[in-house]
């Protein structure tokens, strides 16, 4: 059975940093591409960063270019999300999801593995 944990959110000021982390058994995660995805309150839920299976491609979406960075540890198991200049309209909360076939995707249909969420809460 494959489990996606992740942890590492929490209240943040404005311009402050967190670090998410994801968590993954039952699953030969190096084969899998990775992303994190967020839903805001009242909104659909959306792609913010994926990685490939070596960690060397990876992509974000525009609103955090330069803000965010994700990457991986196959040896762990583990996808981080290091989260940087962090803004109100970043609030959310934020999935980690993996997909098992090749290559990365923007939509979260199709993604096959999803965890359970961690909330992320930045104050202005």
């Known amino acids: 059975q494959v489990q996606l944990v992740e942890s590492g959110g929490g209240l943040v000021q404005a311009g402050g940093s967190l670090r998410l982390s994801c968590a993954a058994s039952g699953v030969t995660f190096s084969t899998y591409p990775l992303a994190w995805f967020r839903r805001a309150p009242g909104k659909e839920r959306e792609f913010v960063a994926g990685?490939?299976?070596?960690?060397?491609?990876?992509d974000y979406t525009d609103s955090v270019k330069g803000r965010f960075t994700i990457s991986r540890d196959n040896a762990k198991k583990t996808v981080y999300l290091q989260m940087y200049s962090l803004k109100p309209e970043d609030t959310a909360v934020y999935y980690c999801a993996a997909k098992a076939d090749y290559g990365l995707a923007y939509r979260d249909l199709e993604y096959h593995y999803w965890g359970q969420g961690t909330q992320v809460t930045v104050s202005s």
């Open positions: 990685i490939g299976r070596s960690g060397v491609y990876t």
